[in-house]
């Protein structure tokens, strides 16, 4: 359940809330990693369903507790200028192009779906409506900055960073049902554990048993789970091309990721790389491609779709907000198919503007080809070669395919 609260403070100041609870059905937990880290990460073989992230704590299903989702405030037409400030919980989850599949007829969040996570920050954009001479050339720019990680004040000066984003969204065009945009943007200081989640250091395990010392709680050497580190930086790119040919709406989309490293953790794990590569300092690069298809049938209240997503052995996507049901399509290392069909419920007229009422039936197709898929930590190994050396063992279970589908039923009012 999503509750949008919109109202202006004055002509020209809004302020945009949305409140959320998804609940897993019968349960207060999440579903796929309720065994694991008490609920908070880590399911038996995802790495980006992690419900105790601050991004995805709306976005993943668990308890019946409404959450703020949104909160944010625009201050419009300053100057008398096509310029704006935003400030507060911001709308970066579902980006374009996810409303086609999800059955909206508006974009519903600024940058591109590889982003695809609430998070704290500011913005300050310009509309303009011609572009280097070009006349009725409609678009907007936006610079942004956010956090995506307090670590919170130390006595001692001794807490990682904080994690930061800052970035480019820029809509290029938009008119009609044509649109093309440009995201850019670094996350600054990732770290090798993420925001409520908890691992097991098995190393300090091991000489914990060895040595036979008694074990001190209050010794950072001695604290059993793996500390949180700085590991350097992630660079993203990515571009969305959309548009609408007569009842076929269609788009292509690209991404670029690329690491940063600047060190490794206590169990000598970096940015896609460990200690004993050979190259574990080094940058890495990883694309992406997504592209689909939605016909909106002219005499029956259906639309057919069809999407088609693929990552390289590096890719890194933002995207722990996701939708889907256990793991982020398009984090995949890998390919996936999704097919879907949207039936709008002939169930009498629309009450107000923003009443309607459809079922949305999919079906998704993962082919995983390397490990980490939805993470940044350790080196992508290709699945198919882990049983030949076992010092490929994953803390994972990893999956080489997964199938799922969907059913749902929705309504807005």
């Not at 992230?53 to 096509?82: E, H, Y």
């Not at 093309?180 to 670094?186: A, H, L």
Request: glycine share 10%; charged share 20%; net charge negative.
């Amino acid at each position: 359940m999503r509750l949008n609260l919109n109202a202006k403070a004055t002509e020209n100041v809004e302020v945009k809330t949305r409140l959320a609870m998804y609940k897993a059905w019968g349960m207060q937990n999440n579903p796929v990693d309720q065994q694991y880290n008490g609920g908070n990460g880590g399911g038996p073989f995802m790495l980006s369903s992690m419900s105790g992230m601050d991004g995805a704590t709306t976005r993943q299903p668990s308890d019946n507790i409404l959450r703020v989702d949104r909160a944010f405030v625009n201050w419009n037409n300053i100057g008398g200028q096509p310029v704006w400030f935003s400030i507060g919980r911001r709308p970066t989850s579902d980006g374009p192009p996810a409303q086609l599949r999800m059955g909206m007829d508006e974009r519903m969040a600024t940058p591109v779906e590889y982003m695809d996570y609430p998070f704290d920050g500011i913005s300050m954009g310009y509309a303009y409506r011609s572009l280097f001479g070009i006349e009725d050339f409609p678009g907007r720019v936006r610079v942004c900055y956010g956090r995506g990680f307090e670590s919170g004040p130390t006595a001692d000066n001794s807490g990682i960073n904080d994690v930061d984003f800052a970035g480019v969204s820029w809509d290029v065009y938009k008119k009609g049902n044509r649109f093309f945009n440009v995201q850019s943007f670094v996350a600054m200081n990732m770290f090798n554990v993420p925001d409520g989640v908890t691992f097991a250091n098995p190393l300090e395990y091991a000489v914990w048993t060895i040595d036979n010392t008694k074990y001190d709680p209050m010794d950072p050497d001695q604290n059993m789970i793996l500390d949180r580190k700085n590991l350097g930086d992630i660079y993203h790119t990515a571009a969305v091309f959309m548009d609408k040919y007569q009842d076929l709406n269609y788009f292509m989309v690209g991404g670029w990721s690329q690491t940063n490293p600047r060190g490794v953790d206590e169990l000598g794990t970096g940015l896609l790389s460990s200690w004993w590569d050979d190259d574990y300092m080094a940058s890495k690069d990883g694309y992406s491609l997504y592209a689909g298809i939605r016909y909106d049938m002219p005499d029956a209240p259906v639309k057919l779709g069809l999407e088609y997503n693929w990552g390289s052995r590096n890719w890194i996507s933002f995207t722990p907000g996701h939708d889907d049901l256990y793991a982020s399509k398009l984090a995949t290392r890998g390919s996936v198919v999704e097919a879907y069909m949207i039936y709008d419920i002939p169930a009498g007229e629309a009450v107000s503007k923003y009443g309607k009422a459809f079922m949305r039936l999919g079906y998704q197709h993962y082919d995983y080809k390397y490990t980490g898929s939805g993470f940044w930590l350790g080196e992508p190994l290709d699945i198919d070669d882990l049983a030949n050396d076992p010092l490929n063992a994953q803390f994972y279970t990893p999956v080489d395919s997964m199938d799922q589908v969907y059913l749902t039923f929705e309504a807005m009012f």
